[in-house]
Antibody, heavy 122, light 111 residues
């Protein structure tokens, strides 16, 4: 059974850096064809994909936020860390860690972590 | 403004059938990339409902079905139940944006 769980601060101040950790079990990020990503969802809005890291350490970011994001993995700890710099109140959202299913013609996210609400406010 | 367009809300009585549309373009659904559907109950994370257009994960009842045609896709729910009340999101990949994209979401109300 695959599970993922996010951890990090619930409140950050504007201009600060957000660091979130995804701890997962049930799979290895060293296994061919595996990916772990981050998706956020502002209150009352649709999910937005942010970043993805693959089994081969390849990384992808949503273009609009690429300059603010980094993603890294620790395969020995089964963790993926997302960092977002220069936080703004519009970044207030629930941040989800997701397991990526990779198949020809399309990829999908299953399962999702429970999510962690991050509020950006002074 | 979401890349994939869904109706903001749909409703139906218990036992009825409803459909939720997801309209994209030639750079995503029409590329063609598969469409996937998620259900989000209040206060919980989205959960996979349909993958690769028409497939149900284990445990999802056959009351839920998906279809894909051209640049749009649909989710159908038959035999509506009160517990089906939730937000539903479609998801695909957009080759022009180089991002995974979601629809704006549809709130299902069971009257």
């Amino acid at each position: 059974q695959i599970t993922l769980k996010e951890s990090g601060p619930a409140l950050v101040k504007p201009t600060q850096t957000l660091t979130l950790t995804c701890s997962f079990s049930g799979f290895s990020l060293s296994t061919n064809g595996v990916g772990v990503g981050w998706i956020r969802q502002p209150p009352g809005k649709a999910p937005e994909w942010l970043a993805m890291i693959y089994w081969n350490d390849d990384k992808r970011f949503t273009p609009s936020l690429k300059s603010r994001l980094t993603i890294a993995r620790d395969t020995s700890k089964n963790e993926v860390v997302l960092t977002m710099i220069n936080m703004d109140p519009v970044d207030t959202a629930t941040y989800y860690c997701v397991h990526l299913i990779i198949k020809p013609g399309g990829n999908w996210f299953d399962p999702w972590g429970q999510g962690t609400l991050v509020t950006v406010s002074s | 403004q979401s890349v994939l367009t869904q109706p903001p809300s749909v409703s139906g009585a218990p036992g009825q059938r409803v459909t939720i549309s997801c309209t994209g373009s030639s750079s995503n659904i029409g590329a063609p990339y598969h469409v996937h559907w998620y259900r989000q109950l209040p206060g919980t994370a989205p959960k996979l409902l349909i993958y690769a257009d028409t497939n149900r994960p284990s445990g999802v009842p056959d009351r839920f079905s998906g279809s894909n045609s051209g640049t749009s896709a649909s989710l159908a729910i038959t035999g509506l139940q009160v517990e089906d009340e939730a937000d539903y999101y479609c998801q695909s990949y957009d080759i022009s944006l180089s991002t995974w994209v979601f629809g704006g979401g549809t709130k299902l109300t069971v009257l």
